[in-house]
C-alpha cells in the first residue's frame, strides 16, 4: 500500500528545544515536500527535495532545515522552535517528476505547538 | 491580492446536487493545476491534475481550466455526504512550488 508516515502526530514542546519530525515514504519516489498548514493562510511549503542530496526552499523556510540522505526519508528539522512555528505539518511524495505533482500522497499530519 | 483565491464556504447543497468549485488567480505563468480534497484531520488526497487549459473528467469529477480568465473550476455530479470535506485548488509554474488556495469547505447533506 502507497504510504507516507510521519512522526510523531502530535508533538508540545518549548521555545529553543530542538526537534525533528520524521517523514518516510514507500513508493521510490523521487520528489518529496513539507509544508504547513495554518487557519486562513492555506498550506504553504516549507522546502522540497528532488531527490537525494537536493533540496531546495519553498516559500517559507525560514526556522527549518532539510535533509534527503536517503529517497525514502526527509526528515524536517527546527533547530530552535519559536511558537510561530505552532501549525499542522504536512509531508508530501510524488512521481513523475515535474513542476506539477500528477501523483501525490501526503502523509498524515504532525500537529506541532510550541509554548 | 492573494495569488490564489478561493471562497472559504461553507457550500452547503443536498444529496444528488452538482457541485461547483472555483478559484482565480493572478498569476498568469500558472500551467499545472491541482484539486485535492481534505477530510478533516486528515492530509490532502490529489484529486484532480491538469495540464494547461482543458477539461479533465475522472468518474463524478471535471475539472475545468480557463487561463484566459485565470479561473478553475471543479465540479462534482451526483454528490454524496461521503464528498463532505475541504476542497484546495494549487498551481504552479513548473517551479516545483506550488500556491493553495485556502480551501472551500463543501457540506453535502442526505
Known amino acids: 500500500e502507497a504510504q507516507v508516515t510521519q512522526n510523531p502526530r502530535y508533538l508540545i514542546t518549548v521555545t529553543g528545544k530542538k526537534l525533528t519530525v520524521t517523514c518516510s515514504q514507500n513508493m521510490n519516489h523521487e520528489y518529496m515536500s513539507w509544508y504547513r498548514q495554518d487557519p486562513g493562510l492555506g498550506l504553504r511549503q516549507i522546502y522540497y527535495s528532488m531527490n537525494v542530496e537536493v533540496t531546495d526552499k519553498g516559500d517559507v523556510p525560514e526556522g527549518y532545515k532539510v535533509s534527503r540522505k536517503e529517497k525514502r526519508n526527509f526528515p524536517l528539522i527546527l533547530e530552535s522552535p519559536s511558537p510561530n512555528q505552532t501549525s499542522l505539518y504536512f509531508c508530501?511524495?510524488?512521481?513523475?517528476?515535474?513542476?506539477?505533482?500528477?501523483?501525490?500522497?501526503f502523509g498524515p499530519g504532525t500537529r506541532l505547538l510550541v509554548l | 491580492q492573494k495569488e490564489v483565491e478561493q471562497d472559504p464556504g461553507p457550500l452547503s447543497v443536498p444529496e444528488g446536487a452538482i457541485v461547483s468549485l472555483n478559484c482565480t488567480y493572478s498569476n498568469s505563468a500558472f500551467q499545472y493545476f491541482m484539486w485535492y480534497r481534505q477530510y478533516s484531520r486528515k492530509g490532502p488526497e490529489l484529486l484532480m491534475y491538469?495540464?494547461?487549459?482543458g477539461n479533465k473528467e475522472d468518474g463524478r469529477f471535471t475539472a475545468q481550466v480557463d487561463k484566459s480568465s485565470k479561473y478553475i473550476s471543479l465540479f462534482i455530479r451526483d454528490s454524496q455526504p461521503s464528498d463532505s470535506a475541504t476542497y484546495l485548488c494549487?498551481?504552479?509554474?513548473?517551479?516545483?512550488?506550488?500556491?493553495f488556495g485556502r480551501g472551500t469547505s463543501l457540506i453535502v447533506h442526505p
Open positions: 491538469t495540464y494547461s487549459s
Open positions: 508530501a511524495s510524488s512521481s513523475p517528476l515535474a513542476g506539477g505533482q500528477e501523483t501525490q500522497y
Open positions: 494549487a498551481m504552479s509554474a513548473g517551479s516545483y512550488i506550488p500556491t
